[in-house]
């Protein structure tokens, strides 16, 4: 946690050093207060100071009240100020941090564990940085000024406050502890909640056309129930801290006051002397208090700022270059002998890989389910490093590429399309901030999506969340528009056309045929009719290639393409 503090909050330096100062003065305040109350009590109501006295020392009383409250408010604002810009440096850095992530670490951290990351664990850190700046040198200080000044007024005496100290610091220690790996697993239980609770949001509809939501409600109060009960021990635990150091405070109070009657009735102590004595132990009880709240604040923040920490210490294992793709120089993409699994002890998805793709030519990849074709592009995108072997751009190793060059030169459409909140406009200019308005429309006209911006208001229309006042195949249209948007060289629409009708298909690829000549184009697809007309197909099974060639040499040569024909009732000439 003080790692975070040191690193994310070096900027404000004076602010730290202050907002402590600021405190200290008026917890200085705070302890000249019993002396000048046992002055009132011993010089003015039983001395000779009479009522002027009291009047002078109760307008001193007050004046440093006055001055405790600004100082108390500097601190504050101190306090507010850099905490929030510590949550503002630290938020942006971890958001970089995980956008710089592999598809595999991403895969490993998981979307909920980083969400949690992100919101809860980094304001649990953001609270405990304020709560140190207000409070953690004022306590100690307190504890510290009341056993010395006590010391100074009744030395016999100071005993009480010596033991009464060191079991209360007991009592906060062991529950402070405790509280620790109960608050690790609180958090766990968050990441688990937000997961379930993201999976019923996005998958709504799902859950209700299958009548599921009893199922996912048991589901998420079964978890709920988990987080309740560890919360309940933690609660258990810290619900002792007040009791013990109430009964503690109390006792010491019970001691003072009956030792002090005797002081007093000997002619040791004063009146004002018990009082202030009393106001000290109230005073080092309530710092007490404070530092047993601190403690566990620190304990949740500490816990959190650990898994924060996991998170800057993952390191990406994409291997990524300095070189660039030469822009004048066809694009060549070669695969040799790449394998891929995407975990160790797994069967790879893709294996023993060879293929060239080029510029100018478009290309169909089908296969059946999990036979590799996504894991490909995947790869081809540099999403994941290859387990074996090389791909090779211009005969670069793309490993040895820049990983912003090769994404500038290829616009993927994945399976499931994914619009951002705001409008169609904003939504195409994702891909191209600099996207003309001629460049726009054209974009939407070859993905058959003109009908789309008409019957809405045009680039300016409104998009929902997720795109979810879009229907399925408007939204597949709009994210192929937005990739057309990029002009990239290479053009992956992965079984982007899943939702559309065969027409709106057939127009869709003659239109990116007829308009995208000179790029390299290639369709993943299950359909036999979105990929015959390509200029070479790639059959793939089970993370093979098992054919490449046109659709007739495939019919003739490659079993897997023929029994794929026939299964989609495709004519097959002998």
């Known amino acids: 946690m003080f790692k975070l503090f040191a690193q994310y909050a070096k900027k404000y330096k004076i602010e730290i050093i202050l907002a402590p100062i600021f405190k200290i003065f008026e917890a200085v305040f705070g302890l000249i207060t019993p002396f000048i109350v046992k002055n009132i009590i011993d010089n003015g109501i039983n001395g000779d100071g009479g009522v002027n006295y009291i009047i002078q020392q109760g307008l001193i009383l007050l004046a440093l009240a006055i001055v405790g409250f600004a100082m108390t408010m500097v601190c504050q604002y101190l306090s507010i100020r850099v905490a929030t810009n510590y949550g503002y440096i630290l938020r942006n850095k971890l958001y970089e941090k995980i956008n710089s992530f592999s598809y595999k670490e991403l895969d490993t951290l998981t979307t909920s564990r980083l969400e949690t990351n992100i919101s809860n664990d980094l304001i649990a850190t953001q609270n405990a940085l304020m709560m140190m700046l207000r409070l953690a040198v004022r306590a100690p200080f307190i504890v510290v000024g009341a056993l010395i000044l006590s010391i100074f007024i009744a030395p016999n005496l100071c005993w009480i406050f010596l033991l009464g100290g060191v079991l209360l610091g007991l009592i906060i220690f062991l529950i402070g502890f405790i509280s620790i790996p109960y608050n690790t697993k609180i958090q766990s239980g968050m990441d688990d909640l937000t997961k379930i609770s993201e999976d019923n949001l996005t998958g709504a509809r799902i859950v209700r056309a299958f009548n599921k939501q009893d199922y996912e409600r048991k589901r998420f109060t079964f978890k709920t129930a988990s987080v309740q009960q560890v919360s309940e021990r933690l609660s258990r635990f810290s619900s002792l801290s007040n009791p013990l150091n109430l009964l503690v405070i109390n006792s010491c109070i019970i001691l003072i006051l009956y030792l002090g009657a005797i002081n007093v009735s000997g002619g040791t102590l004063s009146q004002g002397d018990i009082v202030s004595l009393v106001n000290y132990m109230f005073q080092i009880s309530a710092a007490i208090v404070v530092v047993a709240n601190l403690i566990v604040i620190f304990a949740k923040g500490s816990s959190c700022a650990k898994r924060i920490n996991e998170v800057f210490a993952t390191e990406t294992t994409l291997k990524v270059g300095h070189e660039e793709i030469n822009k004048n120089e066809q694009i060549k993409i070669e695969f040799k002998d790449v394998s891929f699994a995407y975990n160790k002890d797994a069967s790879p998805a893709v294996a023993n890989i060879n293929l060239t793709l080029l510029e100018g030519k478009t290309y169909g990849l089908i296969g059946g389910t999990g036979a590799g074709k996504t894991t490909l592009m995947y790869l081809m995108n540099h999403f994941y490093d290859v387990s074996d072997g090389h791909i090779y751009f211009q005969d670069k190793d793309i490993q040895n590429l820049s990983f912003k060059s090769v994404n500038e030169n290829i616009a993927i459409v994945s399976q499931n399309p994914v619009l951002f909140t705001g409008t169609i406009a904003s939504n195409l200019k994702f891909a191209n901030e600099n996207a003309s308005e001629e460049l726009m429309f054209n974009s939407l006209k070859i993905a058959q999506c003109l009908d789309v911006v008409e019957a809405k208001d045009g680039l300016e229309a409104k998009v929902n969340q997720g795109g979810k006042n879009f229907s399925g195949g408007q939204r597949q249209r709009l994210t192929i528009a937005r ?41 993943v697809s299950q359909r036999v009719s979105s990929i015959k007309d390509c200029d070479e197909i790639i059959v793939m099974e089970k993370g093979e290639i098992k054919g490449v060639g046109s659709h007739d040499d495939l019919i003739k040569n490659c079993e897997v393409y023929r029994h794929i024909c026939l299964s989609q009732n495709v004519e097959v000439q002998a």
């Open 483 to 523: 990739s057309l948007c990029k002009d990239s060289r290479v053009l992956v629409l992965d079984d982007a056309s899943s939702a559309l009708d065969f027409k709106t298909d057939f127009n869709l690829r003659k239109a990116i045929k007829d308009n995208l000549k000179d790029k390299l184009i290639i369709y």
